[in-house]
């Protein structure tokens, strides 16, 4: 089966500076992407997603990177905030199938 | 519109109850999916309805675990008898047919005793 992990269980950043979060993904017919950030106690938040037709795509400080050559998908956050402290899932799909999310990441930005 | 709905938020109960979890999907998402979270095993999905037709439930632990989705506005997952390894965080979310974003309840925090 489809299989989405992570390179980094943990991350900490300096408050103001970027943060980039790095997932792999195993099955290249995967053709939807999404990430997710989950705060303590909550469920999780729709971030930003992507289509295997895309390379990149930017939302509101944040850039997802897909390279399908690697099979990798990354989250760019600019200018890290406290409230960017969370734990990140990557997810793929691959055809009509549902959502398979990896591990995920937790960020940490320190003030 | 709420958001995906979840009760109860939190539920202790005593090994061998039987627990229900119940879901009340976004108004108008066809697509509803339940998982589980834990510290060990992060989140895992446990079974998906579309259109209220039970799709993949091959996430479902074992018997003691059953879904229903008996109209396009609820869902309850039960546990029945409930064990202490059940212990987790549960989550419903719905969407837009199965590839769109899926939109997550607050969760229900189960505890077994």
């Known amino acids: 089966g489809e299989s989405v992990g992570l390179h980094l269980p943990t991350l900490s950043v300096q408050e103001g500076d970027n943060s980039i979060i790095n997932c792999a993904y195993s099955n290249s017919a995967s053709d939807y992407f999404i990430w997710y950030k989950q705060e303590s106690g909550k469920g999780p938040q729709f971030i930003i997603d992507?289509?295997?037709?895309?390379d990149k795509r930017q939302g509101q400080r944040v850039t997802v990177l897909l390279n399908k050559t690697v099979k990798h998908l990354s989250l760019q956050i600019a200018a890290t905030q406290p409230g960017d402290s969370a734990v990140y899932f990557c997810a793929d799909s691959t055809g009509a199938n549902n959502l398979f999310f990896g591990t995920g990441t937790r960020l940490t930005v320190i003030p | 519109d709420a958001g995906v709905i979840q009760s109860p938020r939190h539920e202790v109960t005593e090994m061998g109850q039987e627990v229900t979890l119940r879901c009340k999907p976004i108004?108008?998402?066809?697509?509803l999916f339940w998982y589980r979270q834990t510290m060990m095993r992060g989140l895992e999905l446990l079974i998906y309805f579309n259109n209220n037709v039970p799709i993949d439930d091959s996430g479902m632990p074992e018997d003691r675990f059953s879904a229903k989705m008996p109209n396009a506005s609820f869902s309850t997952l039960k546990i029945q008898p409930s064990e202490p390894r059940d212990s987790a965080v549960y989550f419903c979310?719905?969407?837009?047919?199965?590839?769109?974003?899926?939109?997550f309840g607050p969760g229900t925090r189960l505890t077994v005793l």
């Open positions: 108004s108008g998402h066809n697509s």
């Open positions: 979310a719905s969407s837009l047919g199965t590839r769109f974003e899926q939109f």
């Open positions: 992507i289509r295997s037709n895309m």
